[in-house]
């Protein structure tokens, strides 16, 4: 059997404010191409599949449409797996549906053993900590972080041995989302239990013939485990993912064969260093058409450093970003731009957060007024 690994698309996700949608549609569009031209008979994709619990329209029709391709194939079974950024209910909100075109949604934690034909997998989805364990009063975070990597390694523990009653001598796989001890973060990420609780060794999948695992974008294998893998994002979601080699997971169950195909570029990121004197020339190295993050090496502050690159681009590539270094004696501290929070009113507060986390906040913004009135009217009585 022939399973293609992915995970960590974040459709609907932008880069400074800029759309990302025409890449993730030409992913996809690789995708589809890949399946069909490799012979794959099994799609894995390893969580976050949105990059927000409330993604825009945009993003979950190109969601839609990839999987109404994806059954045209009529050769390819898949197993999608939510992840941290994604909302369990909006996943599974079509799964009986999927379910006839051979498409097993997971949201949430569950009933979650898939029988492939060739390969048996254990759809583990990001486990929340009300999914591992109980609060109760008085517990230290020591006792916090045992208890949520203890019923982690559980939870999967028991995944095998389901998957090895239904499985007997054909392969067994692990989908996971969910931080490995020994992996290699970006700046895109996210803690996915405060404190990174949920962090876990790469022992825990020891039984298995493969975990696909997701929620670190960098593609690597773990502990120097060639079975134990991040696929990684399909495209580049930070400044910190410029320099990434992006890629999927072919795994061939016969012999356990791996290879991992590089995901074709359609859009630069570069990290520039420069030097004020030489600002001209160091931006020469730049792609046309790339989004850059430019640095530039100062004696003082400019205030209009910005505009000074911008010029020095001529238009050839997008600055997305500008940055300063600075001699540590010319630094200056920090000083907030916006208005302090004591002046903001709660009703700014929060929609403010809705524009940050780009969640479309119509109807929460609604919904919170009717709160915030409510609880007002009970001070005032």
Known sequence: MRIL??????????LVERDRLPEHAAFLDWLIDTLRSEKIDALLVSGDVFDAANPPQEAVALYFD??????????????????????????????????????????????????????????????????????????????????????????????????????????????????????????????????????VGADIFTGFDYTALGHLHRPQKVGGQEIVRYSGSPIALSFSEAADKKSVVILDTQGMKIETPAVPVTRSLVRVKADRATLAADL?????????????????????????????????????????????????????TGPALHDLQPREVFRELLKEKQIEGEELGAVFDELLATREKKVLL
């Open 284 to 336: 020469e190295q730049v792609a046309a058409g790339a989004w850059a993050e430019v640095t530039v090496k100062l004696a003082a502050p400019e205030p209009d450093l910005d505009r000074q690159v911008r010029e020095a681009a001529a238009g050839r590539f997008e600055v997305l970003k500008v940055l300063a270094d600075l001699p540590a004696t010319a630094a200056t501290p920090w000083q907030p």
């Open 5 to 14: 690994h992915t995970a960590d698309w974040h459709l609907g996700a932008r």
């Open 66 to 199: 990839f999987l109404k391709r994806l059954a045209d194939l009529k050769t390819v079974k898949a197993v999608i797996t939510g992840g941290n950024h994604d909302s369990a209910s909006h996943l599974n909100a079509p799964r009986e549906l999927l379910r006839r075109f051979d498409v097993h949604v997971f949201g949430h934690a569950g009933d979650n053993i898939v029988d492939l034909g060739g390969a048996v997998v254990a759809a583990v989805p990001f486990l929340r900590e009300r999914d591992l364990r109980e609060a109760a009063a008085g517990e230290t975070m020591a006792a916090v972080h045992e208890q949520v990597r203890s019923a982690i390694r559980d939870h999967y523990a028991a995944q095998l041995a389901a998957c090895r009653d239904v499985a007997k001598q054909r392969p067994v796989i692990a989908m996971g989302h969910l931080t490995v001890l020994g992996a290699t973060t970006s700046d895109s990420e996210r803690d996915i239990h405060i404190g990174n609780l949920g962090a």
